[in-house]
């Protein structure tokens, strides 16, 4: 027992600086406590007015109030109300009711889809345990741990949760898993022996930290700090201060927006300017230049790109990929680089038996060969050393991987026995147990002696190789060696490496004297499909870069397995690498590096935004505590549905329900299949609405009477903003989607390239309006026929041009019944242009006139004539490149 300066004082300056580096005498001292009384009850009550509750303090959520307007914080969007506001103050209620309409159904989409958004300091607070086993005044008690306090005296044994951060005291065998908190896939050995000030985290073993747990052993510590002031409540904080990230999509939204203003001012400005010139009247040239500027804007734009973000939510969750936040469904699409997380993500977070290598030098791959016991003693042997020399345990009441119970390593010999046929249960009452040594961090060897059912005595021994092959007899020294370089082969892979003996006991020592069975090697492996999925990220033109707080060479050696550099070795750098590094430096060594081993949560946070910074787009999965930060800062956070710890789910944009890494890669096909719907609508109704202002301009400006009455205009606006664009936002994957590398994160949504192809398409479907606008004139002059004729011409070349947005380059004719929902979308156009035609109230209300055979054969060329047009342009784009 280490006992404490018995003079009691109420308080200290906590919190303690480095405790992990100072001996546990210091450390009682200074927290003014003695280890066999504790605090007492004045003590604790001062020391909680000092510090506070032993609780992570819980940010508010965004009000629901605040969560509604959010949906309105769009340029576009405001545009469009103002679009709304000028139609209502220049009459035109209908346009007016349709603009509201759209933004309402914008508005509820997208907040019923965020209901459930990010509180991730909440879930910190759920993470937190509930109850302390604790000495105060002499006494053994147990409390909330909400009401422990700096210097408190705790008392753990295997399976508790830490309570707070502590420095320890007293250990016996403790072993603590720490994963969620510093990514470390293997439990670590504790001792109360101080380290080094500057050790990481990680390599801090005279410290337990909250929200960890004990896998086996038992402890005694004294409270350093509580609540936000522990390594949890640091998380915590740098949670709260990471910044929301804007979306990519968000971003060229808001550019498009900022763009529509100058046009729609431009538009209006022109079209006044010139009926003014011409001797129109000056107020009714600028209600007509009002009228157009609203016409041009698309108002389904925001409404639309919900729904298509909404149904790609609704498709990735079929997918087990759950959206948390509506516009990050299309930002995996333009992911340049995925930050991953090892243990737990691209690793199972469970070690598992890889392989045995048996003392008669037999090398047994269990994945690689079927393999019998029966047929095997040796290996029998070594397998029921595994069984026996093990404080592990299955739970008869759980299933799956809930069934053992215990420190991973060990359970990891169980799983193994149990699978290669070994009735665990049955072995060990066999093999009574009478006497064992547990495992200690100073003998790293574990003994235990158990009765045989021939009523001899065996000895069984499980331990670190050097430590085992010093205690086993009959090796010579070219044996021992070829072992020995068996032991560092298999470590170098980054496999724990345990040693097995047995002895018959007839002297009564169990220290020496045994038989040498053989090494059992174990990982934590790489899950199931992460492999497959890495290497579609990189034929993606996406690179995955593990961050890990684990070991350099174990994460290494998974880098290896799961080639993240392809046949090369992985680049990999330790955290020292990256300490009083610039975000620059930083951002060139995480281009040319696969792994960044022992990294903390503000190291994973630098990277991200490091990276950032030099314009990529970065995905960072994760399921641990210690990955909640950059998970919050990067531009799609994407975490483990099923392992992953509630802080790390709520800080993310998408959970991951299966936990399969490679459901990001099916989550990324969807992102930009969602992209290349949202392009394709915003081709259509772009190209359609410039060719509908350029029609009325034109007609304006050479002297022709207008060709579309103000309604005719609103018909044909509700018309195609609705359908035909819902039709294309559903296309489904185009071919070869995952084979592209991930589009700029500078390109514009409106390219050059892209409003070349917007300006040259909408003066073709213009000229063709005119034309049959022009051929009605001159048939039946100026009115009512013509008016109708100039109405279906406009909507049969938006007919025709939503075939050709399908694709920039592939045929309209290839595939062309793979979307029905396009041919749905012109039935209900084509159906209702007629009820527009021959409907008496609509007939009367749009000033429509029946048309003749001459008529239709006319508006039937209006449809085939853009698709022709277009058709010649794809050809030749698809010659280039294939001479290319």
């Known amino acids: 027992m280490i006992a404490g300066d018995h003079t009691q004082t109420t308080q200290f300056a906590a919190p303690l600086q480095a405790p992990h580096a100072i001996a546990a005498e210091e450390v009682l001292r200074v927290t003014g406590v003695t280890p066999e009384l504790g605090l007492t009850t004045t003590e604790i009550e001062a020391r909680r007015e000092q510090y506070g509750a032993n609780t992570i303090l819980a940010t508010r959520p965004r009000a629901t109030w605040r969560l509604l307007l959010d949906q309105f914080a769009s340029l576009v969007v405001a545009l469009l109300a103002a679009a709304a506001i000028v139609a209502v103050i220049t009459g035109d209620l209908l346009d007016a009711a349709a603009i509201l309409m759209v933004l309402l159904i914008n508005a509820t989409v997208g907040f019923a889809t965020e209901w459930q958004a990010g509180r991730a300091l909440d879930a910190l607070r759920r993470q937190a345990v509930t109850t302390a086993r604790v000495r105060r005044e002499g006494h053994e008690l147990t409390i909330s741990a909400e009401d422990l306090v700096p210097g408190d005296i705790v008392i753990l044994n295997a399976g508790d949760r830490i309570p707070a951060d502590a420095r320890l005291l007293e250990v016996a065998s403790l072993r603590v898993e720490e994963s969620a908190l510093t990514g470390e896939s293997t439990t670590v050995t504790k001792s109360p022996l101080p380290v080094a000030p500057n050790a990481l985290l990680a390599e801090r073993t005279s410290m337990l930290y909250l929200g960890t747990a004990v896998a086996a052993g038992h402890a005694i510590a004294v409270v350093t700090t509580t609540g936000s002031n522990t390594e949890l409540g ?43 010139l011409r001797g129109d009247d000056l107020w009714m040239m600028i209600e007509v230049g009002i009228s157009l500027a609203v016409a041009a804007i698309p108002e389904a734009l925001p409404a639309v790109t919900t729904l298509i973000l909404a149904l790609g939510v609704l498709r990735m969750a079929r997918q087990r990929a759950l959206v948390r936040q509506l516009a990050s469904v299309e930002t995996l699409g333009s992911t340049t680089i995925i930050c991953s997380d090892k243990t737990g993500t691209l690793t199972e977070n469970r070690m598992t038996v890889r392989e045995f290598y048996l003392a008669d030098g037999r090398k047994i791959e269990l994945h690689a060969q079927p393999i019998s016991l029966a047929d095997d ?80 005595t065996l000895a069984l021994l499980k331990g670190a190789p050097n430590v085992v092959l010093k205690a086993c007899i009959g090796i010579e020294d070219e044996a021992r060696e070829q072992l020995l370089r068996a032991n560092r082969e298999m470590a170098e892979r980054a496999l724990r490496v345990l040693a097995l003996a047995e002895k018959q006991i007839t002297d009564g020592d169990i220290e020496s004297g045994y038989t040498f069975l053989g090494f059992v090697g174990m990982i934590d492996p790489p899950r199931a499909g992460v492999g497959e999925a890495i290497r579609q990220a990189q034929e993606a033109g996406i690179r995955v870069v593990m961050l890990t707080g684990d070991q350099i060479h174990t ?14 070795p992985p680049h990999a750098h330790h955290a020292r690498d990256l300490e009083d590094a610039s975000h620059k430096v930083i951002a060139e060594l995480a281009e040319r590096t696969d792994v960044f081993a022992r990294v903390s949560p503000e190291d994973k946070l630098r990277i991200v935004e490091a990276l950032q910074q030099a314009g990529e787009i970065v995905a960072v999965t994760g399921d641990g505590v210690n990955d909640a930060p950059a998970l919050k800062r990067a531009d799609i956070g994407v975490a483990m549905g099923v392992r992953g710890t509630e802080v790390a789910k709520e800080a993310a944009d998408l959970v991951l329900a299966d936990d399969n890494f490679a459901t990001i890669l099916r989550a990324v096909e969807g992102g930009r ?84 192809l917007i300006s040259w398409q909408a003066i073709v479907l213009a000229a063709i309006i005119l034309t049959a606008y022009g051929w009605a004139l001159q048939q039946y002059g100026a009115g009512a026929h013509a008016r109708t004729i100039a109405l ?21 004719f290839v595939g062309l019944f793979r979307n029905l929902f396009v041919w749905g979308a012109v039935i209900i156009v084509v159906s209702l242009q007629m009820l527009a035609l021959y409907h008496p109230f609509l007939a009367r209300v749009l000033d429509t006139v029946h048309l003749n055979a001459n008529d239709w054969w006319v508006i039937g060329g209006t449809v085939i004539l853009p698709i022709l047009i277009v058709e010649f342009t794809k050809l030749a784009i698809r010659h280039r490149r294939t001479e290319g």
């Not at 994460?555 to 090369?568: C, F, N, S, T, W």
């Open 234 to 276: 640091r998380i915590g904080r740098l949670v709260a201060e990471a910044p929301e990230e804007s979306t990519p999509l968000k971003r060229k939204l808001d550019e498009l927006g900022r763009r529509l203003v100058y046009l729609v001012i431009v538009i209006g400005a022109i079209v006044t300017l010139a009926g003014w």
């Open 792 to 812: 279906f011409a406009l909507v049969g070349v938006q007919i025709g041009h939503t075939f050709n947005c399908r694709s920039r380059v592939r045929s309209a």
């Open 377 to 456: 003693d040796l290996l029998a042997r070594a397998v029921r050393v595994g069984v026996l020399c093990n404080e592990a345990a299955f739970n008869a009441v759980a299933e799956g991987e809930a069934r053992s119970v215990g420190d991973p390593t060990e359970t990891a010999l169980l799983i193994v026995a149990d699978a290669l046929g070994v009735d665990v249960a049955s072995e060990r009452s066999k093999f009574l147990k009478v006497d064992e040594r547990p495992f200690d961090a100073t003998t790293k060897q574990m003994i235990t002696v158990h009765h045989t059912p021939e009523g001899t």
């Open 673 to 756: 299949t969602i992209y290349a719907n949202i392009i394709r609508f915003v081709h259509l109704m772009f190209s359609k609405n410039l060719a509908s202002v350029l029609a009325i301009f034109v007609a304006i400006l050479i002297g022709w009477p207008l060709p579309l009455l103000p309604l005719q205009i609103l018909w044909m606006n509700l018309l195609m903003d609705v359908f035909p664009a819902l039709a294309l936002a559903l296309e489904p994957t185009a071919p070869g989607i995952m084979q592209r590398p991930p589009r700029s994160p500078k390109e514009s949504l409106l390219s050059r390239p892209f409003l070349w």
């Open 555 to 568: 994460a290494h050696a998974i880098a290896h397995e799961l080639r993240l550099r392809g046949d090369a």
